[in-house]
């Protein structure tokens, strides 16, 4: 009788160890997506936000932040060249064809007079660049994971990254 009570208890040990182990990597797996750091395709995607009403003191919101737009950079050194996209539009996708790339953290890309901007023409360690020349349309933006909350309807976050 003993024996039976002893197997049952370490088997259902072992059961627990393994649920603990595989919640552990399904939290480290969600943490790694959540930074962007690591994406299937090789890309770069922007998260941004609007805020309603659109007033903004600096990055802060003074009403309350909705989700925008994701923009989205698959640069290719082989080409010398950057295609850009919103995620889930049905807008055609752009293309800088003027480029130095790096890998898809770091490029820079001349832009043609008249040729159909996007919010960056440059990155730098994973971030876009600002410049306030003209060349690329404004935006504020945030992490991925604060991007994601906001579309599942979790408000209360006043903050752009920048």
């Known amino acids: 009788m003993q024996s039976a009570r ?3 208890l370490t088997l259902w040990r072992r059961a627990r160890g393994f649920v603990f182990g595989g919640a552990c ?7 790694i997506w959540a930074s962007d750091h690591i994406t299937l395709q090789g890309e770069r995607t922007i998260y941004t936000v609007r805020c309603e009403p659109d007033m903004w003191d600096d990055q802060r919101c003074i009403g309350r932040m909705v989700p925008g737009d994701r923009y989205a950079f698959r640069s290719s050194a082989a080409r010398n060249e950057v295609i850009y996209w919103i995620r889930g539009s049905t807008q055609p996708s752009g293309k800088y064809s003027d480029c130095k790339i790096v890998d898809r953290d ?3 890309c001349i832009v043609p007079v008249g040729q159909q901007p996007s919010i960056v023409f440059e990155m730098k360690k994973g971030r876009p660049t600002r410049l306030n020349d003209g060349r690329a349309m404004p935006f504020r933006s945030v992490p991925k994971w604060k991007w994601w909350l906001l579309r599942l309807g979790i408000g209360g976050f006043a903050e752009a990254s920048g």
Do not use: Q, S, Y
Not at 25 to 31: D, K, N, P, R, S
């Open 6 to 8: 002893g197997d049952r």
């Open 25 to 31: 990597l399904l939290a480290f797996g969600l943490l």
């Open 106 to 108: 770091n490029w820079t």
